[in-house]
């Protein structure tokens, strides 16, 4: 299986277990043997409306208004390929998955360092 990291940040795969930690996956560059810059953008783009609702809620004598957000078009997904899967920020797996795509995921169950930094994540999500 070969992964496509369409993030901007390297991501690291792994499980507590598995030490050390595989490699980091850099951000934009297809895995494989051997290494290769990716053809693709970093970051497919979900385009998104957000919207004021004419409703809002009272926090302590504040009308805080409520915010409808809708995510559009996904831009700059490539499209698939035999044996490989595309990691992406969540919510462009999730505008990939609402299109169909069933090889899209993001990094999930994410662990951090004493500074609250991102270390690796321990697994792929889907939406």
Not at 2 to 9: E, G, S
Not at 16 to 39: D, F, H, K, T
Not at 101 to 120: K, M, N, S
Request: proline share 13%; net charge negative.
């Amino acid at each position: 299986m070969k992964i496509v990291n369409l993030t901007p940040h390297d991501v690291r795969l792994g499980h507590e277990s598995a030490w050390p930690i595989p490699p980091a996956i850099p951000g934009g560059v297809r895995v494989a043997a051997p290494l290769s810059p990716s053809p693709w953008p970093l970051d497919p783009e979900v385009r998104g409306l957000q919207s004021t609702e004419p409703a809002s809620v009272d926090v302590g004598g504040y009308a805080i208004p409520i915010v409808s957000v809708t995510y559009g078009e996904l831009v700059g997904l490539p499209p698939p390929e035999a044996g490989t899967i595309y990691l992406l920020s969540q919510i462009a797996c999730a505008a990939a998955r609402r299109l169909g795509r069933c090889d899209c995921f993001y990094p999930a169950d994410v662990r951090r360092d004493a500074r609250g930094e991102v270390t690796h994540a321990m697994a792929l999500g889907v939406v």
